[in-house]
């Protein structure tokens, strides 16, 4: 069974192999519960589930995003790209960077890379773009979007209050400072 689901896995990822760069995959580890074999767990009077570890295929997007989610909780400092303090650019660029994609520095000059995508078909590595300052008109402030389930946008981004969090587009502020999204990927 287990070599039946391992064999599936290799034909789809090598079925894979002629796809864009934003289905291109890597492989990575995910713990699963499968069924034990009968006479192990009833010998054993444990239940009769058993943990396992498969390899599961990620996007670039995903790795860009985990990569952000390990700055979560740093705080804010302006023009800050480490763990010491980041600011939202920051942390979007930094994240990039990790994976070998070149961004601008700042959010104003991000904004104008990549692909526009309107917000109800964004996916998770596109990027939010915000007006948190009404009385200047440009943007100066981005976010990583991290997951869009069930029509609901969350982003990582860095706020000089409270440092590296997430956040969902349907915070009265965020919906209102939105801008544009783009997709770089």
Same mark, same amino acid.
């Given at each position: 069974?287990?070599?039946?689901?391992?064999?599936?896995?290799?034909?789809?990822?090598?079925?894979?192999?002629?796809?864009?760069?934003?289905?291109?995959?890597?492989?990575?580890?995910?713990?699963? =519960?499968?069924?034990?074999?009968?006479?192990?767990?009833?010998?054993?009077?444990?239940?009769?589930?058993?943990?396992?570890? =498969?390899?599961?295929?990620?996007?670039?997007?995903?790795?860009?995003?985990?990569?952000?989610?390990?700055?979560?909780?740093?705080?804010?400092?302006?023009?800050?790209?480490?763990?010491?303090?980041?600011?939202?650019?920051?942390?979007?660029?930094?994240?990039?960077?990790?994976?070998? =994609?070149?961004?601008?520095?700042?959010?104003? $000059?991000?904004?104008?890379?990549?692909?526009?995508?309107?917000?109800?078909?964004?996916?998770?590595?596109?990027?939010?773009?915000?007006?948190?300052?009404?009385?200047?008109?440009?943007?100066?402030?981005?976010?990583?979007?991290?997951?869009?389930?069930?029509?609901?946008?969350?982003?990582?981004? $860095?706020?000089?209050?409270?440092?590296?969090?997430?956040?969902?587009?349907?915070?009265?502020?965020?919906?209102?400072?939105?801008?544009? $999204?783009?997709?770089?990927?």
């Amino acid at each position: 069974m287990i070599r039946k689901m391992l064999w599936l896995l290799l034909l789809l990822t090598l079925a894979q192999c002629g796809t864009s760069k934003r289905k291109r995959a890597s492989l990575k580890e995910r713990k699963i =519960i499968v069924p034990a074999k009968t006479a192990i767990a009833s010998s054993t009077n444990a239940p009769n589930t058993t943990e396992e570890t =498969i390899p599961t295929l990620t996007t670039k997007a995903d790795d860009i995003i985990a990569t952000a989610l390990t700055f979560s909780n740093v705080r804010y400092m302006y023009g800050g790209t480490t763990r010491k303090g980041m600011d939202c650019s920051g942390l979007v660029y930094t994240s990039f960077k990790a994976h070998d =994609i070149a961004l601008p520095r700042v959010s104003a $000059a991000m904004a104008l890379e990549g692909e526009a995508v309107p917000l109800k078909k964004v996916v998770e590595g596109d990027l939010l773009f915000f007006n948190t300052n009404r009385k200047r008109k440009r943007i100066n402030h981005v976010g990583l979007v991290v997951s869009t389930d069930q029509g609901v946008i969350k982003f990582i981004h $860095a706020t000089s209050s409270r440092g590296v969090i997430v956040s969902s587009i349907k915070e009265g502020f965020w919906n209102y400072a939105f801008v544009k $999204a783009k997709r770089i990927l």
